[in-house]
């Protein structure tokens, strides 16, 4: 197997970075997903949107290695990442940041700890230039001075943003987020909002998000994989924005569309 | 029927209905009084009797004038009916009903039962559960020989200087297992010291040998108890503590945080605790030797008219450096031991807060076992060796 990717430079711009051929997830017996098709090219923003418990963060736990494909195949750029050893893969980690759905901050640690402990095994920084780099990416996100607080002593939005600054802490080349918008108010979703765009636009990065809030899809997305949970498989890629126009598939464009409005419930007379 | 129960103001009647035949073998349920959930609602029974009857009535249509006020309580009766209309293949007429209890109505039928959701909840029969239980020890003990294959592979980075974990981790994890269990390993292991000395007490006073009640509490407390005892303590204070530490973490996901940041789990949480409680185990259970001495020593001179420099000469004459060192070896053995079974169970804990408690409560019990069939090991090898 060549090691193009592991050893050398991500995929050019444009260029195939995740490519997921026929993958099937599984719980045990209990078949999740089958048949899993699609590509993400490098510097895309793609999202995995589909309804409640269809598998969109189990995709993503795919993606990122902490779960096996029952059977099919993920490649990054052209390096097999399924058929990968632990060693290949640990690097290969090494060049991603996750942002979790609850931020998953260690919480026996600071923020500045927290941004500092990927930083402090993976490169040979001085203790001093550590702390430096972890108060900027606090301010990158918008929390400098908190360098000092335990995550139990902030807020749930605060800590997912520390989680992404965590997650940006060695300058990542995919970012995965797990359910960004999810707990927050729209105007700090919004926010992140931004904030993705513009790390997408500095660091160059590709960016994989899980979510449902449309509102979000059509602000960053530009690809995407729709889950359709009653076939269990994908009913449609590309261009959100494309996809609601014209979509045929009635799930597909229900989910873009908001469906039709439900029934109004009512109280008593 | 509001008149007979005492709780209900008189002024609101209950809710109620009656049946009548119309014409066209229609049946007419004439609905009146209050339904409300938190009062008394009338079964369905009567109206399923009309149904089955003979000739079974074709339509259903419903007299609301006399309704009064109603919440879901109506609804879920309603519900009812239209169940039984619908096995029956009855058509309903819901044009009396008031237009909000339609509307609900329609809401809880807009979307159809989904197929085979209730069958999955079903009782296994007893061979699927005896199955699925052999499957389940088989996964265990999986799981358990997984665990020993990585920790040994993390030891052998450890050693190849290549581990990677914090030392701040590992200093934080000395102080919990060391210096802070010091207080009950103290109040424990004088006690049981007092314990031994009583036990023994009773028989050798009968022979005038109460000096040997030194002896047997020095060389009981060195060779067994005081390992013993400080693993049992260890066990329910530290071993718990490790399994809902990273149980927590496990929910939390920042297990998966360290695993996605190409940090592994195994070295960063694992090594630290193992060897803390490895190192402080022989120091907790010299302590504790030197403790159940003193709780001997206490007995034999407020009780048994010892003296003390007396039963410290026969003390410091039937201990031996075999005796400390095989109690040490131990204790060493039951700290890796606790520290095992503390962490595994955290790894294996499911992603629910009741799953930390359950992780929690099994690393004790695992613990304890391991722990008491060591020591029968322990016995075994001794006795052969002759030590």
């Given at each position: 197997?060549?090691?193009?990717?592991?050893?050398?430079?991500?995929?050019?711009?444009?260029?195939?970075?995740?490519?997921?051929?026929?993958?099937?997830?599984?719980?045990?017996?209990?078949?999740?997903?089958?048949?899993?098709?699609?590509?993400?090219?490098?510097?895309?923003?793609?999202?995995?949107?589909?309804?409640?418990?269809?598998?969109?963060?189990?995709?993503?736990?795919?993606?990122?290695?902490?779960?096996?494909?029952?059977?099919?195949?993920?490649?990054?750029?052209?390096?097999?990442?399924?058929?990968?050893?632990?060693?290949?893969?640990?690097?290969?980690?090494?060049?991603?940041?996750?942002?979790?759905?609850?931020?998953?901050?260690?919480?026996?640690?600071?923020?500045?700890?927290?941004?500092?402990?990927?930083?402090?095994?993976?490169?040979?920084?001085?203790?001093?230039?550590?702390?430096?780099?972890?108060?900027?990416?606090?301010?990158?996100?918008?929390?400098?001075?908190?360098?000092?607080?335990?995550?139990?002593?902030?807020?749930?939005?605060?800590?997912?943003?520390?989680?992404?600054?965590?997650?940006?802490?060695?300058?990542?080349?995919?970012?995965?987020?797990?359910?960004?918008?999810?707990?927050?108010?729209?105007?700090?979703?919004?926010?992140?909002?931004?904030?993705?765009?513009?790390?997408?636009?500095?660091?160059?990065?590709?960016?994989?998000?899980?979510?449902?809030?449309?509102?979000?899809?059509?602000?960053?997305?530009?690809?995407?994989?729709?889950?359709?949970?009653?076939?269990?498989?994908?009913?449609?890629?590309?261009?959100?924005?494309?996809?609601?126009?014209?979509?045929?598939?009635?799930?597909?464009?229900?989910?873009?569309?908001?469906?039709?409005?439900?029934?109004?419930?009512?109280?008593?007379? | 029927?509001?008149?007979?129960?005492?709780?209900?103001?008189?002024?609101?009647?209950?809710?109620?209905?009656?049946?009548?035949?119309?014409?066209?073998?229609?049946?007419?349920?004439?609905?009146?009084?209050?339904?409300?959930?938190?009062?008394?609602?009338?079964?369905?029974?009567?109206?399923?009797?009309?149904?089955?009857?003979?000739?079974?009535?074709?339509?259903?249509?419903?007299?609301?004038?006399?309704?009064?006020?109603?919440?879901?309580?109506?609804?879920?009766?309603?519900?009812?009916?239209?169940?039984?209309?619908?096995?029956?293949?009855?058509?309903?007429?819901?044009?009396?009903?008031?237009?909000?209890?339609?509307?609900?109505?329609?809401?809880?039928?807009?979307?159809?039962?989904?197929?085979?959701?209730?069958?999955?909840?079903?009782?296994?029969?007893?061979?699927?559960?005896?199955?699925?239980?052999?499957?389940?020890h088989?996964?265990n003990a999986?799981d358990g020989l997984?665990f020993v294959?990585?920790l040994?592979?993390?030891?052998?980075?450890?050693?190849?200087?290549?581990?990677?974990?914090?030392?701040?981790?590992?200093?934080?994890?000395?102080?919990?297992c060391?210096?802070?269990a010091?207080?009950i390993v103290?109040?424990i292991s004088?006690l049981v010291g007092?314990i031994l000395?009583?036990m023994?007490?009773?028989?050798?006073?009968?022979?005038?040998?109460?000096?040997?009640?030194?002896?047997?509490?020095?060389i009981g407390m060195l060779r067994e108890m005081g390992a013993m005892m400080t693993a049992i303590i260890m066990s329910g204070r530290t071993g718990a503590a490790f399994a809902?530490?990273?149980?927590?973490?496990?929910?939390?996901?920042?297990?998966?945080?360290?695993?996605?940041?190409?940090?592994?789990?195994?070295?960063?949480?694992?090594?630290?605790r193992l060897?803390?409680l490895v190192?402080m185990m022989p120091?907790l259970c010299l302590?504790s030797d030197?403790?159940g001495?003193?709780?001997?020593?206490?007995?034999?001179?407020?009780?048994?008219?010892?003296?003390?420099?007396?039963?410290?000469?026969?003390?410091?004459?039937?201990?031996?450096?075999?005796y400390l060192a095989i109690g040490v070896v131990k204790a060493t053995v039951y700290g890796a031991l606790i520290a095992i079974a503390g962490c595994m169970e955290g790894?294996r804990?499911?992603?629910?807060?009741?799953?930390?408690?359950d992780a929690a409560t099994r690393a004790v019990v695992r613990s304890i076992v391991m722990v008491v069939v060591a020591c029968g090991i322990f016995a075994f090898i001794t006795n052969i060796l002759?030590i």
């Amino acid at each position: 197997m060549t090691d193009g990717y592991t050893n050398g430079q991500p995929p050019a711009e444009g260029e195939p970075h995740i490519v997921v051929r026929n993958l099937t997830m599984a719980y045990g017996s209990f078949v999740l997903m089958r048949d899993l098709n699609f590509t993400v090219r490098r510097g895309d923003i793609f999202i995995i949107m589909g309804g409640s418990g269809c598998g969109k963060s189990t995709l993503l736990r795919h993606l990122i290695g902490l779960k096996e494909p029952a059977t099919g195949e993920i490649f990054y750029g052209n390096f097999n990442f399924t058929r990968a050893s632990l060693a290949e893969r640990e690097r290969l980690l090494r060049r991603f940041g996750v942002l979790y759905q609850g931020g998953a901050l260690w919480s026996s640690m600071t923020l500045a700890e927290n941004i500092g402990l990927p930083l402090s095994q993976f490169t040979d920084l001085t203790p001093a230039q550590i702390r430096e780099i972890a108060s900027l990416k606090l301010a990158f996100v918008g929390l400098k001075g908190f360098e000092d607080y335990y995550p139990s002593q902030i807020s749930g939005g605060m800590q997912k943003r520390a989680g992404l600054a965590r997650a940006i802490a060695l300058d990542p080349e995919v970012l995965f987020f797990d359910e960004p918008s999810a707990g927050l108010d729209p105007v700090s979703s919004r926010l992140l909002d931004d904030l993705i765009l513009e790390l997408r636009a500095s660091l160059g990065a590709t960016i994989v998000v899980v979510t449902h809030e449309l509102a979000s899809i059509f602000t960053i997305g530009n690809n995407s994989v729709f889950l359709d949970a009653e076939t269990r498989t994908m009913a449609a890629a590309g261009d959100p924005k494309e996809l609601r126009e014209k979509s045929t598939n009635p799930h597909v464009h229900q989910f873009l569309t908001r469906g039709e409005p439900i029934m109004e419930s009512s109280g008593n007379a | 029927m509001s008149a007979i129960n005492p709780n209900v103001q008189t002024a609101t009647r209950h809710g109620a209905y009656s049946i009548e035949h119309a014409p066209d073998a229609t049946l007419v349920v004439h609905l009146s009084g209050e339904w409300h959930l938190r009062r008394d609602l009338p079964s369905a029974d009567e109206v399923a009797r009309e149904l089955a009857s003979r000739p079974a009535p074709r339509r259903v249509t419903f007299d609301a004038t006399a309704l009064g006020r109603w919440d879901s309580g109506l609804v879920a009766f309603l519900t009812q009916i239209h169940e039984l209309c619908h096995r029956r293949g009855i058509s309903e007429d819901r044009s009396g009903l008031p237009a909000g209890v339609r509307r609900l109505l329609d809401l809880a039928e807009a979307v159809p039962e989904k197929q085979g959701a209730r069958g999955s909840v079903r009782r296994p029969g007893l061979f699927t559960r005896v199955g699925e239980a052999v499957i389940r020890h088989g996964e265990n003990a999986a799981d358990g020989l997984a665990f020993v294959g990585d920790l040994t592979l993390a030891i052998g980075r450890l050693i190849g200087r290549a581990a990677r974990f914090r030392y701040v981790d590992l200093a934080q994890n000395i102080q919990d297992c060391g210096p802070s269990a010091v207080g009950i390993v103290t109040l424990i292991s004088f006690l049981v010291g007092v314990i031994l000395a009583f036990m023994g007490a009773v028989q050798l006073q009968q022979f005038g040998a109460s000096i040997y009640v030194a002896d047997l509490v020095a060389i009981g407390m060195l060779r067994e108890m005081g390992a013993m005892m400080t693993a049992i303590i260890m066990s329910g204070r530290t071993g718990a503590a490790f399994a809902a530490q990273i149980g927590t973490m496990k929910v939390t996901q920042e297990i998966d945080a360290l695993t996605t940041m190409g940090i592994s789990p195994f070295q960063f949480l694992v090594l630290p605790r193992l060897i803390a409680l490895v190192l402080m185990m022989p120091l907790l259970c010299l302590y504790s030797d030197l403790m159940g001495i003193m709780g001997g020593a206490f007995v034999g001179v407020t009780m048994l008219n010892l003296s003390l420099p007396n039963y410290l000469r026969e003390t410091i004459a039937a201990v031996t450096l075999t005796y400390l060192a095989i109690g040490v070896v131990k204790a060493t053995v039951y700290g890796a031991l606790i520290a095992i079974a503390g962490c595994m169970e955290g790894f294996r804990c499911g992603s629910s807060s009741s799953a930390v408690g359950d992780a929690a409560t099994r690393a004790v019990v695992r613990s304890i076992v391991m722990v008491v069939v060591a020591c029968g090991i322990f016995a075994f090898i001794t006795n052969i060796l002759n030590i």
